[in-house]
């Protein structure tokens, strides 16, 4: 199972698609009416007719307003769990869209979110009350094979990047699924199969186009702006919206194994040390998750290995070959197939907006970075997972290492090199259950799990740690940042994030 498949079944994301087309109702007899508002700290504000037609008038993409036609397909997000309102949607065309609506959105004090591929686990691509921008207009890829270079539009999601590199043999690192946006992976962080191989998806950008916080058009590169470049290679959306990345392109042949080996949850424990002896010696080449789902019934619920290993074919019998010794297995899905078809980079590339019913369930999501598996990590993890009706608990050790921690922690702005593995714990019930008692049981397990832990990705938590936890993330490279973002976001209008907060003076 992929990262993103976990993510998704486990909090209940939507997986129907919508192709629903994006309609403004622009028409010149329409009459617009005035909007209540919602600023960076709450307070309300009310947006005039005439300020609302003056912005429509300067964009070429849509405006989209709560009773406009495609409003509610825009403003969702891939989680079916959030269900938030913007006062506006600039369906930007553009960089120049994308200026005016920041724009209006810093006169007006608006609270300001920024949409790509919508992941995010705690809804910081979207807000209630306040301006969305909406990027799923900017998808585009150039590749110049000989430069080995690809410039992707801001609003580009994996999969386009994916297929589009490996039509010439290359490949950049672009997360474990098709459908995630590439604004999120290459300012975050973007763990994913060749990660190890070819480093997390910021070490392959060159260079970045932004508008920042006051409406300029800034190119950041190791030669033009460097600060901001440093900052944007694991700072998040803090700094302005990406409107094209520069990445290097990687050689990489066009076939992998891959797939999942499947055990009984009942042997848990073996296959967890098995595991981590396994992925702690893996090849650069190799990537291998552990994925445990434990669902109503023990007979049900299971633990698996899921691999995708990309170097030399003539090696991969010897190198995969011991997983299957690690416990009886009950399935085995690896085989010979083609990254672009591992990645899910022909998936449908958007899948918010999903409208198909879904069973109404509620879910807690908690992750932690890891420096190995240990011997006290697995028993409490064996120890703290036990089959209960109603309830699903999932958990993912995200394979990293090799080329990520190779790499300074201080030469981008995200620190946690020595990351061998992401521990993601996702829990899931129904919501007519006990909800406060589920709630606490996932968190009261999180405890147990989190003193083995050291830091955590921001993209999976950005918008539910604590301003206080976001500053010890980022460790010795925060006092850079706190630089960087008061010089381009003195005002902090880009604050929906991992937030890193300006100086005031």
Not at 357 to 386: E, M, N
Request: charge should be neutral; glycine fraction near 10%; hydrophobic fraction near 40%.
């Amino acid at each position: 199972m992929r990262r993103r498949q976990f993510l998704q079944s486990a909090v209940g994301a939507g997986l129907a698609l919508s192709a629903t087309r994006y309609v403004a109702a622009q028409s010149q007899g329409q009459t617009l009416t005035p909007i209540e508002a919602l600023g960076p700290d709450g307070e309300k504000s009310v947006l005039a007719p005439g300020s609302l037609q003056e912005l429509r008038d300067a964009l070429h993409g849509p405006l989209l307003l709560p009773q406009d036609p495609g409003y509610d397909d825009a403003r969702r997000v891939v989680s079916r769990n959030i269900d938030k309102h913007p006062a506006l949607i600039v369906k930007a065309s553009g960089a120049g869209d994308i200026g005016t609506a920041i724009a209006f959105a810093r006169e007006h004090r608006l609270l300001l979110a920024v949409k790509c591929g919508g992941h995010s686990e705690y809804g910081v691509s979207t807000c209630d009350g306040g301006m969305m921008i909406d990027l799923s207009s900017l998808r585009y890829v150039r590749v110049d094979p000989g430069a080995r270079r690809a410039w992707v539009a801001g609003g580009s999601l994996a999969g386009l990047v994916d297929h589009e590199a490996q039509a010439h043999g290359l490949v950049a690192t672009m997360g474990d699924r098709g459908t995630v946006g590439v604004g999120g992976l290459g300012t975050g962080g973007g763990f994913g199969y060749v990660a190890r191989r070819f480093g997390l998806t910021i070490d392959s950008v060159r260079g970045v186009d932004l508008v920042t916080a006051d409406g300029r058009f800034v190119h950041a590169s190791q030669l033009d702006n460097p600060d901001l470049f440093w900052a944007v290679r694991g700072g998040g959306g803090n700094f302005g919206v990406v409107t094209n990345f520069e990445l290097e392109l990687h050689p990489m042949e066009p076939h992998v194994y891959s797939g999942s080996v499947v055990f009984p949850l009942s042997q848990a424990k073996q296959v967890l040390r098995a595991y981590a002896d396994y992925s702690a010696e893996a090849p650069d080449e190799l990537h291998a998750d552990c994925f445990i789902n434990v669902v109503g019934a023990l007979e049900d619920s299971t633990i698996q290995v899921n691999v995708c290993y990309s170097g030399e074919e003539g090696n991969a019998e010897r190198l995969l070959a011991p997983i299957q010794r690690f416990a009886q297995v009950r399935s085995n899905t690896v085989k010979r197939t083609t990254y672009v078809s591992a990645q899910g980079a022909d998936d449908h590339p958007d899948p918010r907006g999903a409208t198909a019913p879904r069973a109404a369930r509620d879910s807690a999501y908690l992750s932690g970075l890891l420096r190995g598996i240990d011997a006290s990590l697995i028993a409490d993890v064996v120890t703290g997972l036990h089959p209960m009706s109603g309830r699903v608990q999932r958990m993912l050790f995200q394979h990293a290492g090799g080329t990520i921690g190779r790499v300074s922690s201080t030469a981008t702005a995200f620190p946690h090199r020595y990351v061998t593995h992401n521990m993601i714990l996702a829990m899931s019930w129904p919501v007519d259950a006990a909800a406060a008692a589920n709630k606490s049981a996932a968190h009261d397990f999180w405890q147990v799990l989190k003193k083995h832990t050291h830091g955590f990705y921001n993209n999976d938590l950005a918008g539910e740690e604590t301003a206080e936890a976001v500053v010890a993330n980022y460790g010795d490279n925060y006092a850079r940042l706190v630089q960087v973002k008061t010089q381009y976001d003195p005002q902090n209008l880009f604050r929906l994030n991992a937030n890193v907060v300006p100086r005031t003076t």
